[in-house]
């Protein structure tokens, strides 16, 4: 009889936005894949040390355009092979290795170094050979997405990528920004880590996002605007929401970008106060009128009950 295969439950991997900046990372391989991760790196404003005989037209711009990127990555190419243990570039000094190689002999011996010096690997396409792997992703300014199948499907993961960019409004991009600004100068003016002071500035910070929604946020990117919630908020311990805001009294671009707002935004936050006002504002009247009716009648039944026994 056949055995029942055992069930497992597939483990997932820990999604982490690692900081690479300023810090060595050595790829090794010039073909496709490595250009691939070679735009990634350079984003992150790394400092690559690149190992291959042979460079895709593609890297080779990317060498020459390096230092003039306005990210702060370094690229040092050496046109040759990696060999391995034997090598004079030792896995030892950088943060993480990339292989993107058609040698299986030199990748595993790289994967073994690795292991001993405990420097995350990636070797690609060969997943017993990664510590992390690479996943479908975008960048849009600020924001970056990026999933992961668990190895089971790249192609797929990149094609549920298209979707998530597909339908991304391209004005979150200003709310994270708008959203930056003001935090930066929270933390500013009230400054200190930990403590009540951090615990408020949280709460208030959670709230305004909430009560402003995903559109409106890219309005802190104005000046007026912070400044009226600071003062009108902040220093009054309370959380004010777009339509508290004086807009009459606020340079005409920004009433347009406001109304803009107000026509698109069906995510408006938790805190939607103005629509729950609107409906108990509704429910009153509909109340009001109901016993201002049913008195009214309860007045005319007693004057025709007094009238019908007075004569
Ligand atoms: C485990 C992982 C390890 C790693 O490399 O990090 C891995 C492994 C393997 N890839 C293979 C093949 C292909 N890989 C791609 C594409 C990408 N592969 C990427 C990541 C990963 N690939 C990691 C898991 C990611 C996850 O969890 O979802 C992407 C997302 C990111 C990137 O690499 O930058 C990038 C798309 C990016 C984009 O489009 O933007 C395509 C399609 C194409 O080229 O268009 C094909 C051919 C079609 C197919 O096979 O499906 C093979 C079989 C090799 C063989 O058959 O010989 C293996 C080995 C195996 O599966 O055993
Ligand atoms: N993720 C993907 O879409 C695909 C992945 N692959 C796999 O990824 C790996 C890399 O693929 P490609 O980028 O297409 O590269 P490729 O196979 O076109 O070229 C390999 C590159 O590695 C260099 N190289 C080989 N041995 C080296 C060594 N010892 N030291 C330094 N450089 C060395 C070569 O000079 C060349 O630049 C391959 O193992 C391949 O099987 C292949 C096709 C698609």
Known sequence: MEKPQEKS??????LLAFRLESRPVLLIGGGPVSHS???HLISCGSHITLISPTITSEISSLISSSNSSPFPSK???LKRLYKGESDDIKVKDFSIVLTAIDDPIISKETYELCKFHRIPINVADVPDLCDFYFGAQFKKGLIQVMVSTSGKGPRVGAMIRDIIEDCLPEELESSVEGVGILRKELR????GIGGDKSKKRMEWMK??????GLDNLKLFKEEKIREWVFINGWEKDRVVRPDQIPWNEMPEEIRIQYRKGMKKDKRVGKLDVGGTEMFFGLLGWVLGTALGALFMLGLAMLISW???HKS
Do not use: G, N
């Not at 500013?188 to 400054?191: A, G, I, T």
């Not at 709230?207 to 402003?212: E, F, Q």
């Open 37 to 39: 991760r070679l735009i």
């Open 9 to 14: 439950t597939p483990t997932s991997s820990l």
């Open 188 to 191: 500013e003016k009230v400054p």
């Open 207 to 212: 709230s305004i996002c909430d009560a402003w």
């Open 75 to 77: 690229i040092t190419y």
């Open 306 to 308: 007094y009238m019908s």
